[in-house]
């Protein structure tokens, strides 16, 4: 089992800046990949980034890329959304994953956090 808890959501205005950060407990940490997925009201899940175990290869949605980096810190056994130029659209509830698959790393595994707010206001 893992467990995750994301924080750092708030309340930003476009063009704002937001970091979002995933606390795992897994003993397995730093040995797996890392994801964030959103979901906006009415709409499906998407995926947003995601990160090798070793950090060494990193994947965004083309929504977001340029403006968020995906990093991670396994001594802390924490991963961030560093979130720039942030647009209404990114409105949602922002969601971390532990072992998410795929060539990009883009298809979410079971374990995920409770979420996170983040609501940017035009």
């Known amino acids: 089992q893992v467990q995750l808890v994301e924080s750092g959501g708030g309340l930003v205005q476009a063009g704002g800046s937001l970091r979002l950060s995933c606390a795992a407990s897994?003993?397995?940490?730093?040995?797996?990949?890392m994801g964030w997925f959103r979901r906006a009201s009415g709409k499906e899940r998407e995926f947003v980034a995601s990160i090798s175990w070793n950090g060494g290869s990193t994947y965004y949605a083309e929504s977001v890329k340029g403006r968020f980096t995906i990093s991670r810190d396994n001594a802390k056994n924490t991963v961030y959304l560093q979130m720039n130029s942030l647009k209404p659209s990114d409105t949602a509830v922002y969601y971390c994953?532990?072992?998410?698959?795929?060539?990009?790393?883009?298809?979410?595994?079971?374990?995920w956090g409770q979420g996170t707010q983040v609501t940017v206001s035009s």
């Open positions: 994953n532990a072992n998410p698959s795929g060539p990009r790393l883009q298809f979410p595994n079971k374990y």
């Open positions: 897994g003993r397995s940490f730093s040995s797996i990949a």
